[in-house]
């Protein structure tokens, strides 16, 4: 059974969409863009116009919707965290792919991205002389087959 947490959230512009969940069972609340802005450096960022409160032990994260494969654009750091002490507007920084002319890219008032707010568990790390072993034991980069 899902258990909703109360969590607090500013609109930090009269055209701000609240957001919330599309359909039952979905992890991620769609985040509405209100506006867009080029960078010196060709990216697009986009504001949402809200900023909320992240409970402590948790963390807000901030994907691309899969509808972006429709679009001709990266989210610039692929997932965006949201520590529980920023207080700032929600915003997503998306990159043009240079190569294409006429780029689609997102307007203002589409669906730029979704929200999932987890908890997260306190690490302190204990610094050793060996690590245990396993079976995958150092293999990485598609050591495990295709």
């Known amino acids: ?3 909703y947490r109360n969590v607090n959230i500013k609109r930090l512009h009269p055209d701000a ?8 069972g979905d992890a991620g609340m769609d985040l509405t863009a ?4 080029k960078d010196a450096n060709g990216n697009i960022t986009y504001g949402t116009g809200l900023a909320i409160e992240i409970p402590e032990g948790y963390v807000g994260l901030i994907f ?3 509808s972006n494969s429709k679009k001709d654009m990266y989210l ?3 997932v965006g965290v949201i520590d529980s002490g920023y207080r700032g ?7 043009p792919i240079p190569s294409l002319v006429g780029a689609t890219i997102y307007e203002v008032g589409e669906r730029v991205g979704q929200l999932l707010i987890l908890p997260y568990p306190g690490i302190q790390f204990v610094e050793v002389d060996e690590l245990s ?9 598609g050591s495990t087959g295709n």
């Open 133 to 141: 072993d396993t079976e995958r034991g150092e293999g990485g980069f």
């Open 34 to 37: 209100i506006s867009r802005e």
């Open 17 to 24: 969409v609240i957001p919330s969940y599309a359909k039952a």
């Open 64 to 66: 691309p919707r899969s």
């Open 1 to 3: 059974m899902l258990v």
């Open 76 to 78: 610039t750091n692929h």
């Open 89 to 95: 507007e929600i915003m997503f920084k998306f990159r």
